[in-house]
């Protein structure tokens, strides 16, 4: 007997069957601090797209499309934010793939109440989505692009998204939340030059919840993050605030395994 394993002989037949495709896409979650109607400290937005044919035509959808075969990930994301908003990233990572077979609201909604959900035709297209979330620096805000079929939302105030892209979008969120705690991203959220104050409305944003100043300050001392420019903002009413920068030293946050690979790798 041939003991050697035939693993194509053991596929079931029902899976030679199956003429469903799977094509890869990428979409970029981006996050960008702008104030809203009436309110004195800033919260997160992000982008949004119209969708202008099915599925979900008329929805809003995070900015993305198919990878293009000449482009990298990072390349795609990128290409997106550019289309998007017309700017540069202050910072961009990739967050997750996503591939559930199913991937509409209704699916989400029967996954969680454990109700099975049906297999997909076999005409059915299936998307993975590499999903990166980005950064706009505030100082760039204001020069984002506009369009008819783009809208910025706060991400406490979103609409029903096309396909799974609201738990896309919680789940940028849970992340950015958690990293803020140990990482220096809150600093790409803005300009070269920022105060204190400033710095701590981003976390402010990110957490959800107001900082005690005070605490807030020796913590940032102590992290070593930031460096005195020696200069002040003039022209207010109280005390000149003085004005910090980034200590490029310091990474934003970790490159991530395969990141921290290649730096070891070409060092």
């Known amino acids: 007997m041939n003991s050697s394993p035939h693993y194509a002989a053991e596929v079931p037949e029902e899976h030679e069957a199956d003429h469903s495709s799977v094509s890869l896409a990428v979409s970029t979650v981006i996050l960008a601090l702008r104030h809203k109607k009436n309110s004195a400290r800033p919260s997160l937005w992000l982008p949004l797209v119209r969708r202008l044919r099915e599925p979900y035509k008329g929805q809003w959808a995070l900015p993305g499309g198919p990878l293009q075969s000449q482009q990298s990930l990072e390349q795609a ?105 140990y990482s220096r991203i809150a600093h790409s959220f803005l300009g070269d030059e920022f105060t204190l104050a400033q710095l701590r409305e981003v976390y402010e ?33 109280h005390r000149p605030p003085r004005l910090y920068r980034y200590n490029t030293a310091q990474a934003y946050a970790d490159a991530g395994p395969l990141g921290m690979y290649r730096e070891r790798r070409e060092s």
């Open 77 to 181: 994301a990128g290409y997106t934010l550019k289309r998007a908003t017309g700017l540069e990233p202050g910072y961009l990572e990739q967050l997750y793939a996503f591939g559930d077979v199913l991937r509409a609201p209704e699916a989400r909604a029967a996954r969680i109440n454990g109700t099975p959900v049906p297999a997909p035709g076999a005409d059915h297209e299936r998307v993975v989505s590499v999903v990166y979330w980005a950064s706009i620096p505030a100082t760039e805000v204001s020069q984002t692009r506009v369009h008819e079929n783009i809208r910025w939302f706060p991400v406490d105030e979103l609409p029903e998204l096309a396909f799974d892209h609201n738990e896309i979008v919680e789940y940028a969120l849970y992340r950015l939340q958690n990293k803020v705690e």
């Open 205 to 237: 944003a990110i957490l959800g919840r107001p900082l005690d100043p005070a605490n807030f300050r020796r913590q940032i001392a102590a992290s070593k993050s930031i460096i005195d420019t020696g200069r002040r903002i003039e022209g207010t009413r």
